[in-house]
Structures are given as structure tokens and as C-alpha cells.
């Protein structure tokens, strides 16, 4: 995982210790090359990475959903290398609203 990417799930580790009853849901998107299988699994890895290490990190399990959504939510519809790498994502939701 990338540095910048840490950072970032630090950020979102530290906001979720002061918002106690916020819940997230990570989806897990991927470019647009492989199978939908082979796609919407590695959505699901991506997602998951991002949830185990933001357990790691203290949050607890309960409060996190996973979910794939694989190609089928691209950002960027180009083919090109930079438009791929925008499509490769986790995806954050907050789906209860925050408070103490």
C-alpha cells in the first residue's frame, strides 16, 4: 500500500475514533481489463485491504462494509493508463451519519 494511501486511512481512522456512530461502506472498484469474475474479485481484495488495515489501525470490524462493484462504476471511461488507474479504487461511504 502506498504511503500517500496510509495517510489518508490514518485520516479516516482518526475521523471514525471521533464519530462513533459512523458506520463506511469500502467499494472495492477496478479498471475495466479482465474478466467481470476475475474484476469484481479483485474489487473485493482491494476493498478488504483497505478495511483489514483500517482494523489495524483500530477501528472496529462491525462498523465497516465491503463490497465489489468491480468494473461497473468506472470515473473515467477513456483507455488509457491514467484513466485505468483512476478506475482502480476504494471507495468510501458513510452510511450512518456522524456524532459522539
Not at 475514533?17 to 467499494?27: F, G, I, P, V, Y
Not at 474489487?43 to 478488504?48: H, L, M, S
Not at 462494509?65 to 471511461?77: L, N, R
Amino acid at each position: 500500500m502506498k504511503e500517500t494511501y496510509k495517510q489518508t486511512l490514518q485520516s479516516v481512522s482518526l475521523w471514525m475514533s471521533k464519530n462513533m456512530t459512523a458506520r463506511l461502506s469500502l467499494e472495492g472498484h477496478c479498471d475495466e481489463r479482465g474478466t467481470n469474475e476475475y474484476n469484481l474479485a479483485l474489487g473485493d481484495r482491494r476493498a478488504k485491504a483497505v478495511k483489514d488495515y483500517l482494523v489495524s489501525l483500530g477501528v472496529a470490524s462491525g462498523r465497516i462494509d465491503v463490497i465489489s462493484y468491480g468494473e461497473e462504476k468506472p470515473v473515467c471511461k477513456e483507455q488509457s493508463e491514467d484513466c485505468w488507474a483512476k478506475n482502480r479504487r476504494a471507495h468510501f461511504i458513510v452510511l450512518i451519519k456522524a456524532g459522539k
